[in-house]
Nanobody
C-alpha cells in the first residue's frame, strides 16, 4: 500500500484546509485509516481515525472542528479542518492498516504516507 498526502499550506487563524490522502496498491485490504500530526519539537499524535465501516474518532482538541472521511472505494482519505488555530500547525501524516491472510490467521501491516505541512498563522 502506498499513501500520498496533499493539501497542506499556510492559512490564517479561523481558516480552513482540506487534506487528502490517496491510496494505491493493495487497497482492498485497507481497513482503518488515520491522520496524525507532529508539531515542531513535539511527539507525533493521533488526530482522527475512521474504520472500514466509517466509525470515527477524534483528538479532543479537534473535535467539532475537524472532520475525517473516506470515499466508498476506500482509495482516498480526507481531513476537513475548519476554525484552524495556531496550535494546529504541524506536519500531517496519513496512516492505514492493511489486513491480509486467511480469516483464521490474519495479519495487519501499517503504512505511512509522507507528511504535508499545515501552518496556521496568528
Amino acid at each position: 500500500v502506498q499513501l500520498q498526502a496533499s493539501g497542506g499550506g499556510l492559512v490564517q487563524t479561523g481558516g480552513s484546509l482540506r487534506l487528502s490522502c490517496s491510496a494505491s496498491g493493495r487497497i482492498r485490504s485497507i481497513t482503518t485509516m488515520r491522520w496524525y500530526r507532529q508539531a515542531p519539537g513535539k511527539q507525533r499524535e493521533l488526530v482522527a481515525s475512521i474504520s472500514s465501516d466509517y466509525i470515527t474518532n477524534y483528538l479532543d482538541s479537534v473535535e467539532g472542528r475537524f472532520t475525517i472521511s473516506r470515499d466508498n472505494s476506500k482509495t482516498t482519505l480526507y481531513l476537513q479542518m475548519d476554525s484552524l488555530k495556531p496550535e494546529d500547525t504541524g506536519v500531517y501524516y496519513c496512516n492505514a492498516d492493511s489486513v491480509y491472510g486467511p480469516v483464521e490467521r490474519q495479519y495487519t501491516d501499517n503504512y505511512w504516507g509522507q507528511g504535508t505541512l499545515v501552518t496556521v498563522s496568528s
